[in-house]
């Protein structure tokens, strides 16, 4: 039963470039999260995706973007990257039901670190 | 907002010794709990959950936890902790009215259990 896959594991941008991260949720998760962990700190939310649609987002701003596909797989957009940009980027997914999911844990990849110089 | 506070970032223990992180969050209302761990080089896995009934919960591998709603805590205890508990360790709620699941985390406790 595969997990959650994140690609690529680590990558180097500079300032103003532009960056796209991707997710694989796990075997029977239709609902896709992302998380901003910065060094010495505890994931930050970004947003949720569910039905190709963004449900949920978190304080970033709209440099920050992203995509569910069909398949339930994810992206992650970063445009005119920042130094402040740079930190560990989690996808988790879950499986939604009904309209209260809150009880529904969730499983996380192992991360893209991105580092921006 | 809600927010989750976690008041040790560093513990540093000997084998055996007995471990208990503190967890409080900031929500008026009904949440979900959960602590997750961090082991090194892996990603973050959960530990334990509380939703509802007894508040002392078991978790994986020796860990539990006990939800106080009157203090608004939610603390991790393990009577007797392995090299192998080296970890960095989240607590993390959901309102329980919240129309998704996002998780809202503390900063993380660094545990090193020294052999």
């Known amino acids: 039963d595969a997990g959650v896959t994140q690609s690529p594991t680590h990558l180097i941008k500079t300032r103003g470039q532009q960056v796209t991260l991707r997710c694989s949720p796990k075997s029977g998760h239709d609902t896709v999260s992302w998380y901003q962990q910065a060094l010495g700190q505890g994931p930050q939310f970004i947003f949720q995706y569910y039905e190709e649609e963004e449900r949920q987002r978190g304080n970033f701003p709209d440099r920050f973007s992203g995509h569910q596909f069909p398949n339930y797989s994810s992206e992650l957009n970063v445009n005119a990257l920042l130094l402040g940009d740079s930190a560990l980027y989690l996808c988790a997914s879950s499986l939604r039901s009904g309209t209260g999911n809150s009880n529904q844990p969730q499983h996380f990849g192992d991360g893209t670190r991105l580092s921006i110089l | 907002a809600q927010s989750v506070s976690q008041h040790n970032h560093h513990v540093i223990l000997s084998e055996a010794a007995s471990l208990e992180l503190g967890c409080n969050y900031s929500?008026?209302?009904?949440?979900?709990l959960f602590w997750y761990v961090q082991y090194p080089g892996q990603h973050l896995q959960l530990l334990l959950k509380y939703f509802s009934g007894d508040p002392l919960v078991k978790g994986i591998k020796g860990f539990e936890a006990e939800f106080i709603k009157s203090k608004f805590s939610f603390n991790l205890r393990k009577p007797s902790v392995q090299w192998s508990d080296t970890a960095e360790y989240f607590c993390a709620v959901i309102p329980i009215k919240a129309a998704g699941n996002k998780l809202t985390f503390g900063g993380g406790t660094r545990v090193l259990v020294k052999p």
């Open positions: 929500y008026g209302g009904t949440v979900n």
